[in-house]
């Protein structure tokens, strides 16, 4: 599996940016997936996250900015982030489990074993 990151940028606060995360070389089926952000100092975090066949979870810090979602065809992962803040800065990337994962996984780093290379946001 290949994961790529897209749409990274610069925003103001208050903005929105929304990053795509390309899977490769098949859809994505009944597995998890995750955007993490790392922040230059810190350990990574889950910020959101899916099961491709059930349910999502986000981080205290982003629930209700932050939208996390599959397209129809479960090829892209999308990450809508609203009402942008400076803390979002960071670089965020997406994962992907190999198999199904339990709701209570989702926010973990555990399930994942496949990385993409991470997309930077800045937020002023």
């Known amino acids: 599996v290949q994961l790529v990151e897209s749409g990274g940028d610069s925003a103001k606060t208050g903005g929105s940016l929304r990053l795509s995360c390309a899977v490769s070389?098949?859809?994505?089926?009944?597995?998890?997936l995750a955007w993490f952000r790392q922040v230059p100092g810190k350990e990574s975090e889950a910020v959101a996250a899916?099961?491709?066949?059930?349910?999502?979870s986000y981080a205290d810090s982003v629930k209700g900015r932050y939208t996390v979602s599959l397209d129809n065809a479960k090829t892209t992962l999308y990450l809508q982030m609203d009402s942008l803040k400076p803390e979002d800065t960071g670089t965020y990337t997406c994962?992907?489990?190999?198999?199904?994962?339990?709701?209570?996984?989702?926010?973990?780093?555990?399930?994942?074993?496949?990385w993409g290379q991470g997309t930077q946001v800045t937020v002023s």
């Open positions: 994962a992907a489990s190999g198999s199904p994962c339990g709701l209570e996984y989702l926010l973990r780093r555990q399930p994942y074993s496949y």
């Open positions: 070389p098949d859809s994505v089926n009944d597995i998890c």
């Open positions: 899916l099961q491709s066949y059930g349910s999502a």
